[in-house]
């Protein structure tokens, strides 16, 4: 695989621009999405509203622990959590549960586009020292991996989407800004929504 197979993944600056990305890794996925505050939100939304997708308003720092109690209560249906690098730093701490957990059915992709894009854009801390994935593996999530270009596509999509878990990959994304896409934010509906979803087997 090479760059030329994803033309409009790779932004101006050479790094990776998060919706061509997230349609790219997942064009094939129909199973849960649990989405982070604000911009990953508005990332899936952008592929379409689907009830299968639990976007969280107002919930900082929970998307990992929310997903992880959707793979524990539904263990034959795939969960995917997509967040942002603040966010997932806010709640660094669940990696460890989850590794401890270990649900087979969990995958975790973080957008690091190294700003605090919900708070003013400001300069993140993985633009500095901070790996989250190597923190990841040092809470015991063996299954890591980083998406730093379009030849990562591949292997990544298939890790995150059938692979067994715990999996997580940090994208290094592009800072630009896209146009919001506002699905729903009615929380209870939101919620009834979703867990009717879950419901069902597959």
């Given at each position: 695989m090479t760059d030329i197979e994803f033309?409009?993944?790779?932004?101006?600056?050479?790094r990776l621009r998060r919706r061509p990305l997230i349609a790219s890794l997942f064009a094939h996925y129909d199973?849960?999405?649990?989405?982070?505050?604000?911009?990953?939100?508005?990332?899936?939304?952008?592929?379409?509203?689907?009830?299968?997708?639990?976007?969280?308003?107002g919930a900082m720092g929970l998307a990992v622990t929310?997903?992880?109690?959707?793979?524990?209560?539904?263990?034959?249906?795939?969960v995917i959590v997509i967040?942002?690098?603040?966010?997932?730093?806010?709640?660094?701490?669940?990696?460890?549960t989850v590794a401890?957990?270990?649900?087979?059915?969990?995958?975790?992709?973080?957008?690091?586009?190294?700003?605090?894009?919900e708070t003013g854009n400001q300069t993140g801390l993985t633009a500095g020292k901070t790996d989250i994935a190597?923190?990841?593996?040092?809470?015991?999530?063996?299954?890591?991996?980083?998406?730093?270009?379009?030849n990562d596509i591949e292997?990544?999509?298939?890790?995150?989407?059938?692979?067994p878990g715990p999996v997580l990959y940090v994208?290094?994304?592009?800072?630009?800004?896209?146009?919001k896409v506002l699905p729903s934010t009615d929380g209870p509906f939101l919620a009834d929504r979703f867990r009717q979803a879950v419901s069902v087997d597959h």
């Amino acid at each position: 695989m090479t760059d030329i197979e994803f033309p409009q993944v790779v932004g101006e600056n050479g790094r990776l621009r998060r919706r061509p990305l997230i349609a790219s890794l997942f064009a094939h996925y129909d199973g849960l999405i649990v989405t982070g505050l604000g911009t990953p939100t508005y990332d899936v939304a952008s592929m379409g509203d689907r009830s299968e997708n639990f976007y969280l308003w107002g919930a900082m720092g929970l998307a990992v622990t929310i997903g992880l109690g959707v793979a524990m209560a539904r263990p034959k249906r795939r969960v995917i959590v997509i967040t942002g690098d603040g966010e997932m730093l806010m709640g660094i701490g669940s990696l460890a549960t989850v590794a401890n957990v270990g649900p087979t059915n969990l995958a975790i992709l973080i957008l690091d586009n190294q700003r605090f894009g919900e708070t003013g854009n400001q300069t993140g801390l993985t633009a500095g020292k901070t790996d989250i994935a190597a923190m990841a593996k040092g809470a015991g999530v063996e299954r890591t991996g980083r998406i730093h270009s379009a030849n990562d596509i591949e292997t990544a999509s298939d890790a995150l989407c059938r692979q067994p878990g715990p999996v997580l990959y940090v994208a290094q994304t592009s800072p630009e800004e896209n146009p919001k896409v506002l699905p729903s934010t009615d929380g209870p509906f939101l919620a009834d929504r979703f867990r009717q979803a879950v419901s069902v087997d597959h």
